[in-house]
């Protein structure tokens, strides 16, 4: 998998993080300081859980074979089609983005990438590159989300589908190539 992928992988659980964070937004959180604690635990958390699942996929595809790029592959798949389906669920998010919640939703958000960091662990990928780059979307893309969310909180149910679509794609990719 190259760098292209790679960001379009990054791009895809990012989605997650942006658009929570469009939807936080919304509900008026303008706290510069909330938002960068905010985005800065969700970016730490895309970067370590990654490494965790990487390591483990890494791991695991010496003993698999080739059998590990279509797990790998079907992992994407399905993490893509569940992002679509929980695109079409409705729920109103209130956040003050204090105590608990200012762990617990980042890491709600972040539990995919533990999931991809798996799934691209059995492809043999750069376990330090890879967490990095996705840790580093998700904090922009979550402070871009918070912002945004200020004034654009109404397309942030579209997010995660443009995000399933790119995962399942990726997996398709695996499959065929």
Excluded: C, W
Aim: proline content about 1%.
């Amino acid at each position: 998998m190259g760098i292209y992928e790679l960001i379009l992988v990054a791009l895809a659980i990012g989605m997650d993080s942006f658009s929570v964070s469009v939807g936080i937004g919304v509900t008026g959180i303008d706290d510069s300081n909330k938002i960068f604690k905010f985005s800065l635990i969700t970016g730490v958390l895309h970067f370590l859980l990654p490494l965790v699942g990487l390591y483990l996929g890494t791991q695991l595809s010496g003993y698999l074979g080739q059998f590990a790029t279509y797990f790998g592959a079907g992992v994407l798949i399905l993490l893509g089609i569940n992002m679509i389906r929980e695109n079409h669920k409705e729920t109103k998010i209130e956040f003050k983005l204090i105590g608990t919640e200012l762990l617990l939703i980042p890491l709600s958000v972040s539990l995919d990438a533990l999931t991809i960091g798996f799934g691209l662990g059995t492809l043999g990928m750069s376990v330090l590159e890879a967490a990095t780059f996705f840790g580093a979307v998700a904090f922009l893309m979550t402070i871009l989300g918070l912002t945004l969310g200020n004034v654009l909180g109404a397309i942030s149910s579209k997010f995660d589908l443009v995000g399933g679509v790119i995962l399942i794609g990726l997996g398709v990719k695996l499959l065929i190539f």
